[in-house]
C-alpha cells in the first residue's frame, strides 16, 4: 500500500525557518497533485500549498513570499520550505498526494493519501 511519511518539524522562534519533508512509497503508478495542509485545535485543516505534477503551485494568502513548494518527481518527494516564520503558522502540518495506484489486476485506483502529521511551533 502507499505511505506517505514526514520530517521536519519542530519548535522555532519568529523569523525562523524550517523545511518539512514528505515521502511517498508503495504500489505508486503516479502521483498527480502534492501538498501542505496545516490544522489547529478547533478549526478546520486548511491548505498551505499546493503542487502539480507538471510543477504549477499554489499557496494560501497568508504563506505567499514565505513559503516554497517543491517536490522532486524522481523520489516522490515533495518539500515545504517555511521562512520568516509567524507564530500564527503553529499547528500540524499534514502532507497530501493524490496517488494513481495499480494492483496486480492492472486495475487503476486514484485517491487521496496523507502523512501522520508534523507538529510545527513558532514560539519565542
Known amino acids: 500500500q502507499v505511505q506517505l511519511v514526514e520530517s521536519g518539524g519542530g519548535l522555532v522562534q519568529p523569523g525562523g525557518s524550517l523545511r518539512l519533508s514528505c515521502a511517498a512509497s508503495?504500489?505508486?503508478?503516479?502521483?498527480?497533485?502534492m501538498g501542505w495542509y496545516r490544522q489547529v485545535p478547533g478549526k478546520q485543516r486548511e491548505l498551505v500549498a499546493e503542487i502539480t505534477s507538471g510543477a504549477n503551485t499554489n499557496y494560501t494568502d497568508s504563506v505567499k513570499g514565505r513559503f516554497t513548494i517543491s517536490r522532486d518527481n524522481a523520489r516522490n518527494t515533495v518539500l515545504l520550505q517555511m521562512n520568516s516564520l509567524k507564530p500564527e503558522d503553529t499547528a500540524v502540518y499534514y502532507c497530501?498526494?493524490?496517488?494513481?495506484?495499480?494492483?496486480?489486476?492492472?486495475?487503476?485506483?486514484?485517491?487521496?493519501?496523507w502523512g501522520q502529521g508534523t507538529q510545527v511551533t513558532v514560539s519565542s
Open positions: 508503495g504500489n505508486i503508478f503516479k502521483i498527480n497533485a
Open positions: 497530501n498526494a493524490v496517488i494513481k495506484t495499480v494492483d496486480y489486476g492492472f486495475r487503476y485506483t486514484t485517491r487521496d493519501y
